[in-house]
């Protein structure tokens, strides 16, 4: 049984709404998800701020591969539309697949350019950390150490404080 942590985030239209369309779209491979908490953007700070959450998956069948098609179709039913001119600008759905393991528990390990795992910028995003402890309080990051230790570390320890937790915005798992 594969599983993996995706971080999902939107800042475009009905944040919430989008949010719940990542979910609905992975189906019953969702476990656990996160709070949700509100982010200033990263890498292009001329856009509105994010919603940011993290999710745990679980597919008996499933390769790191399906798990960035399952990303793209959510990001697909959301309405995203990438602009190579602004990589990390703004976006009604945007679903990164952070880490991946495979059946024996071992992390998945790929520099394929368009797959990289782990992903190569999450050990620098709180907006990704963060949520992911909610679901994982003693989880580690393959090739870079435990979440608390990067997410208390600086400079992400000064980005952390810039998160909002929203517990209003509540999204639950069906099973």
């Not at 998800?33 to 292009?44: H, I, N």
């Not at 880490?99 to 350019?113: E, F, H, M, N, R």
């Amino acid at each position: 049984m594969t599983r993996a942590v995706l971080s999902i985030g939107s800042n475009l239209g009905d944040r919430p709404a989008h949010l719940r369309t990542a979910l609905d779209t992975l189906g019953d491979t969702v476990r656990v998800v996160s709070g949700v908490y509100e982010t200033p953007p990263w890498g292009d700070a001329d856009q509105p701020a994010y919603l940011n959450a993290a999710v745990l998956v679980v597919d008996s069948a499933a390769t790191a591969r399906d798990w960035l098609a399952r990303a793209r179709a959510a990001e697909a039913a959301a309405g995203r539309n990438r602009d190579p001119r602004r990589r990390f600008g703004p976006r009604t759905l945007d679903v990164d697949v952070v880490a991946v393991w495979d059946d024996a528990g071992q992390p998945v390990l790929s520099d394929d350019p368009e797959l990289t795992l782990p992903h190569p910028r999450a050990h620098l995003r709180a907006f990704v950390l963060r949520p992911w402890i909610d679901i994982e309080p003693h989880g580690r990051l393959p090739g870079h150490g435990w979440l608390t230790d990067l997410l208390n570390a600086e400079p992400l320890a000064g980005d952390a404080l810039e998160l909002s937790p929203r517990p209003e915005l509540a999204l639950e798992s069906d099973t």
